[in-house]
């Protein structure tokens, strides 16, 4: 067994880091090393940054973002067509669409994908409200921006079923080549959804 090296704050401090997404034991005690060499310039102010994440961030009761305020920065922003809904799973997704700046419309979060084997239904997401802001904000569109998964296709045939006899128009995010991509490196559910949602050139 090995021998602990740093005390036990030091020890807490890398079993976190560990816990985040693509950092390891080994890579989680890089990132400690890191921050103590640093922590005049980086320890302390992100321990500040996260102290005040903590206390300050919340969900946005009305699309469920994630931000400071309640209703959040993108529910209050005017520019948005107020009449166009795009439903994703997690705020890093609104967060992606966000990034790329292709559309300008309003969100709803449902927090996961139905998913059976792991035992999360439609109670366990933020389904039960979407027909209402659908009815009540007047809602022409609902852009499902859902991942080509099985757990994700799942949630958005739910999600059409939910919606079917609303009158709003259900798209969906298409699927195919990336741009960039070449055949050849692409695998063959990919070449197949891009056939069929070939259009005109």
Known sequence: MAERVAGPEIERLI????????????????????????????????????????????????????????PCTVCRDPRRDPHTLVVVETVADLWALERAAAVRA???????????????GADDLNL?????????????????????????????????????????????LAHGVPVGGELDYLDEGTLAAALRSRTDF
């Open 15 to 70: 079993q976190l880091l560990a816990r985040l997404p693509g950092l390891g034991p080994r890579s989680a005690r890089r990132a400690a090393l890191h921050l103590i060499r640093r922590r005049e310039e980086l320890l302390g102010p992100l321990a500040d940054a996260m102290a005040t994440a903590h206390a300050s961030i919340v969900t946005c009761g009305h699309c469920g973002n994630v931000d400071t305020l309640d």
């Open 128 to 172: 039960a409200t979407l027909p209402d802001r659908v009815r009540e904000d007047q809602i022409t569109e609902v852009i499902l921006a859902v991942n080509a998964t099985v757990d994700g296709q799942t949630t958005a045939h739910y999600v059409t079923d939910l919606l079917r006899g609303s009158g709003v128009k259900t798209t969906r």
């Open 106 to 120: 309003r969100y709803h979060v449902l927090g996961g994908t139905l998913s059976p084997l792991d035992g999360i």
